[in-house]
């Protein structure tokens, strides 16, 4: 076929009728998605494209960098700026820390084992985040269960500061970030032949070794998808830091919140979104470029 | 690659292993050889597989012993066994290239990286890999991808190799490439190997000797051509090649057939109903040859001739309805007298070529 001259082909038998019919089928195909297109664009790319139009006016209608200059004018603004980043990384941490264990557990267990175990991870996703924080506050408060408990049995005798502060936020999102971080990296662990490890320990590896040598590398791209869910969401989460932080730790969509339904200055708000959506697709960009290259690269060089 | 390292003998006893309460393997025994070349051959459920697993630690037994040159492994991890292992899915790592994945078993040996560099290199011209050590596995073909995980399993000089159907993978051709290739390895290198596979060619081809495995048990371990010519139960002469079953009866220290005595090689059994083994290649239009003293003479008619291109399959029917098939090659002076369904013809068994098996149902 390939030795025919172009236009011998482009004027074979039916080719017009045949192009004609690939050009219906692809203008039906972007019929089907205009709705969902539509869609996008009125509640998505619209509210976002104005949010960034107000955020370049100040607060007299003037056009103005003033919105942006305070992010490193004022002190309060990089104080939220690094507690946000604190409490990102901290949970985004924990998480790992709790979860990957958790996710190698159950992608070890027998079929129907886990399944069960499945659903206690994903249960809380069916109470809301609300519910689940202000239970957090009836477990850690100053005579919540945990301290009355602690107290009780003699192990302290002053409560524990656990909520309405740093800790209380941390212990909060960490428990409602886990799921996010835990399913895909069961789902990646799940597709981990168990030959890799069989194999490993047949050619001289004992255990420790055949896991951190094939299984935790293999594990890498779900670990890398839960971190990054976990991690952007934890930017911009506001419930449980505003319930459980007691007013101490603010982050940022907290302050967005201040600043538009407190001060009305939606200028200054606005320009908190942009700020947080370039960082967070900046991130983006940056977990996409380091795991681009590690995929590419060879993993075992060193 | 040294040769000269004596490859120690596997003893294998009183292996049992159950699978919840589904026993898998009863007492077995087998013993291989020093460098030898032992495939354990048998359908699925057999047991071929749980019995290699627990020879490369990767199951645990519920009794038994496993001898690895005067030394009890039965208890012993995995990764202290020395055996290299070749998966039916390879199971090559796939976030390491070549080079990283055949250096595996040497890194964990702590070998020092220039003998590594030195004996990757060895290995890889050893299975004909040369220049691809940078390759990522994904892109290896499957040939090569067999190539890769042969080299590791053997780069770290195991006493012995264990290979679970390696070559199911493979597209038919290079399929019998690489079984002769592997053939070849074993006798270049010596180590003591045992192979699994459900292809009785293969295993015929390769092997040097054979243990058939049916339900968890031995059925017969012999060379290849006594396998073939002697099967000892009907199931092995069902697995391994082509087989007619003709039912016999023995009594007063000879066989029946329909009234006819039996002329066979094997000796006499006890009383009782038992099954006459043919092959269909040693089953003969009579008018092939002269009548031997030795020969059984069948009447049949025949049913159905199939042309194969190299040769042909006549289906025929005894007397007494029972079907017999019988396969010849296709030369000119055969073709020439060949016959047509529905024609009556007698055919020809020498005795050397009736095995009597038990009747095991």
Known sequence: MSARPAEFVSHGLNADALRADARRESLGLLGLCSPGLVLVGIIIVLPIGWLFWLSLFDENGQLSGANYARFVEQASYIRTFITTFEVAFLVTGLCVLIGYPLAYMLSQLPRRAASVCLIFVVLPFWTSVLVRTYAWLVILQRKGLVNTWLIDLGLISQPLPLAHNFAGVIIGMTHIMLPFLVLPLYASMKTIDADYLCAAMNLGAPPTAAFWQVFFPLSLPGLAAGVVIVFILCLGFFVTPALMGGGKVVMWAMRMEQTTGLYSNWGAGSALGVVLLAVTLGLLGLFRWLLGARATSVWGAR | ?361
């Open chain 2, 1 to 361: 690659m040294s040769t000269a390292r004596s490859a120690p003998p596997i003893n294998i006893r009183g292996i049992a292993k159950r699978f919840g309460s589904v026993p898998v393997l009863s007492g077995l025994d087998l013993d291989v050889a020093s460098g030898e070349f032992l495939t354990l051959l048998g359908p699925s459920g057999s047991g071929k597989t749980t019995l290699l697993m627990i020879l490369a630690g990767f199951v645990r037994a519920n009794a038994g012993s496993i001898d690895i040159g005067g030394e009890e492994v039965i208890t012993k991890p995995p990764h202290k066994r020395n055996i290299g292992m070749v998966f039916q899915n390879y199971a090559l790592f796939p976030h390491m290239n070549v080079f990283h994945n055949i250096a595996f078993p040497l890194k964990q040996r702590r070998t020092s990286a220039a003998e590594t560099a030195e004996r990757v290199e060895k290995v890889l011209d050893l299975v004909q890999l040369q220049g691809l050590a940078d390759r990522r596995v994904d892109q290896l073909s499957g040939g090569q991808r067999q190539r890769v995980a042969l080299a590791r399993a053997i780069v770290f000089e195991p006493r012995i190799v264990l290979m679970d159907e390696p070559l199911s993978a493979l597209d038919k051709g290079l399929r019998e490439h690489m079984q002769i290739e592997l053939r070849s390895l074993h006798r270049r290198l010596g180590m003591t190997t045992v192979y699994v596979t459900h292809d009785q060619r293969e295993a015929i081809t390769m092997s040097d000797r054979i243990a058939v495995m049916n339900k968890g048990r031995i059925e017969q371990l012999d060379r290849p051509e006594t396998l073939y010519a002697r099967p000892r139960t009907r199931f092995v002469a069902g697995f391994i090649g082509e087989s007619n079953f003709i039912p016999v009866e023995s009594r007063d220290g000879s066989v029946w057939y329909a009234g006819k005595k039996v002329h066979t090689a094997s000796p006499s059994p006890s009383s009782g109903r038992h099954w006459l083994v043919v092959r269909p290649e040693r089953v003969r239009l009579a008018a092939d040859a002269g009548l031997g003293a030795n020969a059984n003479m069948l009447h049949a008619t025949v049913r159905d001739i199939v042309y194969q291109g190299d040769s042909f399959i006549c289906y025929a029917n005894l007397a007494d309805g029972q079907q017999i098939a019988l396969r010849d090659y296709c030369r000119s002076d055969v073709l020439a007298r060949l016959p047509v369904a529905g024609q009556p013809v007698q055919l020809r068994v020498d005795a050397e070529d009736a095995i009597l098996v038990a009747d095991e149902t």
